[in-house]
């Protein structure tokens, strides 16, 4: 079955740039009918959706975070790709790559990676 | 786009029921009723328990019951049993942003 694990450092900068690589294993990465999504958790805290990304590239993103984010993907590698701009502490948090079921509409989130914890501090 | 209202926490007692609503607008829960449900134990990822509002994933007990009426939809866990003990979330389409998070409720097993 597919799955999906998240990799990239666990420790920022402020001001700098977070990157984060899912890798995608178990078929499914190159289909028309999934997208691709990050989500975030601060300790102790709710979810919070990131953003997407098509098989074709096409992306939206949550505009909490003001044009910081940008996904993009290779199929070559089965990877999906998160870079976010200008971090600071509140960009503290457990971050998830999950597979969204049901193309560009109504959709929903299965299977998660397992997450990576970034942590923004000097 | 403001997260879905869920109670804190909800408790009972192994093999009774507990229901864990999620309250949200004319735009994403009243508009769609394609709501899901991730369960959270400490430390792991999100599972999926409900998606398109009622419909349960292979492998997932029918003890896990969705529902929706109006602008709130429901989690309905029966016969309640100590691996139940974990946060759940719902999650709502919205057609705008395009997906909101509820704020998370606690289950505590009594």
């Known amino acids: 079955q597919v799955q999906l694990q998240e990799s990239g450092p666990g420790l920022v900068k402020p001001s700098q740039t977070l990157s984060l690589t899912c890798t995608v294993s178990g078929g499914s990465f190159n289909s028309d009918l999934y997208f691709w999504s990050w989500i975030r958790q601060p300790a102790g805290k709710g979810l919070e959706w990131l953003g997407r990304?098509?098989?074709?590239?096409?992306?939206t993103y949550n505009p909490s975070l003001k044009g910081r984010l940008t996904l993009s993907k290779d199929t070559s590698k089965n990877q999906f790709s998160l870079i976010l701009s200008s971090v600071t502490a509140a960009d503290t948090a457990v971050y998830y790559c999950?597979?969204?079921?049901?193309?560009?509409?109504?959709?929903?989130?299965?299977?998660w990676g397992q997450g990576t914890l970034v942590t923004v501090s000097s | 786009q403001s997260a879905l209202t869920q109670p804190a926490s909800v408790s009972g007692s192994p093999g009774q029921s507990i229901t864990i609503s999620c309250t949200g607008t004319s735009g994403d829960v009243g508009a769609f009723d394609l709501v899901s449900w991730f369960q959270q134990h400490p430390g792991k990822a999100p599972k999926l328990m409900i998606y398109q509002g009622s419909k349960r994933p292979s492998g997932v007990s029918d003890r896990f019951s969705g529902s929706r009426s109006g602008y709130t939809a429901s989690l309905t866990i029966s016969g309640l049993q100590t691996e139940d003990e974990a946060d759940y979330y719902c999650?709502?389409?919205?057609?705008?942003?395009?997906?909101?998070f509820g704020t998370g409720t606690k289950v505590t097993v009594l």
């Open positions: 999950a597979r969204v079921v049901g193309g560009p509409g109504p959709g929903y989130f299965d299977p």
């Open positions: 999650c709502s389409y919205t057609g705008g942003v395009p997906y909101v």
């Open positions: 990304i098509s098989n074709g590239g096409s992306t």
